[in-house]
């Protein structure tokens, strides 16, 4: 069954440091991958997605994700974190089988001032 | 260019109640997906539309829950009747491509509470 995991519930950095949230997935096939941010009382937003090309990708608000085909990861990457930032983070892969986005069960992300 | 609209924002019943959610995509979206999200949770789908169509609601409990988009456009979610597991965030999103390939426009969700 295709599936993304999140390892950490939360994620605490400061701000102006780099952040990194992580996810991995299981797929089978070549996977298509994205992320959304949701901030608190929102829908979610989109903010990147990997499908095929270039190992990192470049998306909204600053933040970049690296596909890593061998470690089987999509981490979420921002070189400097703003305390605007933090929200809740939620990593998804494409279903093959059934067509449909899988989430993972989502990173809080809290940027300290 | 309005975003998904839903409404109501906010609805607090008692079990056994009916409900129904209401939701607009983005002009020109031909997909539309009603998805749950429950506290601490990833949303997970109930049932995708394409056009008027309902392509997947292998996940809609059918007993209870019902989705209409008649005309393609908007749409309606319905619970009756409702129990205390129901409360969560219902949210609504639309498409431009078909299937799980593009970006999703998500509405503000609507938070029901059964008491």
């Known amino acids: 069954a295709q599936s993304v995991a999140q390892p950490e519930d939360q994620v605490n950095v400061a701000e102006g440091n780099p952040l990194t949230v992580k996810c991995t997935y299981s797929?089978?096939?070549?996977?298509?991958l994205f992320w959304y941010v949701q901030y608190p009382n929102r829908g979610l937003q989109f903010l990147l997605k990997?499908?095929?090309?270039?190992?990192l990708v470049k998306g909204s608000y600053g933040f970049e994700a690296e596909f890593n085909k061998s470690q089987t990861s999509f981490h979420l990457k921002k070189p400097s974190a703003l305390v605007s930032d933090s929200a809740l983070y939620f990593c998804?892969?494409?279903?093959?089988?059934?067509?449909?986005?899988?989430f993972g069960t989502g990173t809080r992300l809290q940027v300290f001032p | 260019e309005a975003g998904v609209v839903q409404s109501p924002r906010y609805k607090i019943i008692e079990k056994k109640q009916p409900v129904a959610f209401w939701c607009n995509p983005i002009?020109?979206?031909?997909?539309l997906y009603w998805y749950l999200q429950n506290l601490g949770q990833g949303p997970e789908l109930l049932i995708r539309?394409?056009?008027?169509?309902?392509?997947?609601d292998s996940q809609l409990p059918k007993d209870r829950f019902s989705a209409e988009r008649l005309k393609g456009v908007d749409s309606t979610l319905k619970i009756q009747p409702a129990e205390l597991g129901d409360s969560a965030v219902y949210l609504c999103?639309?498409?431009?491509?078909?299937?799980?390939?593009?970006?999703?426009?998500f509405g503000e969700g609507s938070r029901l509470t059964v008491l």
């Open positions: 002009s020109g979206h031909n997909t």
């Open positions: 797929v089978s096939g070549n996977p298509y």
């Open positions: 539309y394409e056009n008027e169509e309902a392509v997947d």
């Open positions: 998804a892969v494409r279903d093959i089988n059934t067509d449909k986005l899988i």
């Open positions: 990997y499908i095929t090309g270039d190992n």
């Open positions: 999103a639309s498409s431009l491509e078909q299937g799980a390939i593009g970006e999703l426009f």
